[in-house]
């Protein structure tokens, strides 16, 4: 999988969200912005970021993520 493919995996699982992804060859860097946050602890804006990538971790086409999930308002935006 690569940076494309995943970013279009992550647009449909958060259509409303700001996304960055940068990396390749199974290792990532993600970047979210979204209202979807709002509330959530880190644990748990991280539990929905692996939700959005489906099966990529399980079939070892992701094995490494570094994940920044901000709200808007925490984004400066």
Known sequence: ???RQLQERLEGA???ASIRVDG???RFELGLVS???EGL???KR???VYKGLGDAIASGAVHAVT???QTP???GA
Do not use: C
């Open 1 to 3: 999988m690569d940076a």
């Open 14 to 16: 958060f259509p409303e």
């Open 24 to 26: 390749g060859a199974g």
């Open 35 to 37: 209202p979807v946050f």
């Open 41 to 43: 602890n880190r644990v």
């Open 46 to 48: 991280q539990q929905l």
């Open 67 to 69: 994940i920044v999930a």
């Open 73 to 75: 308002e925490e984004a």
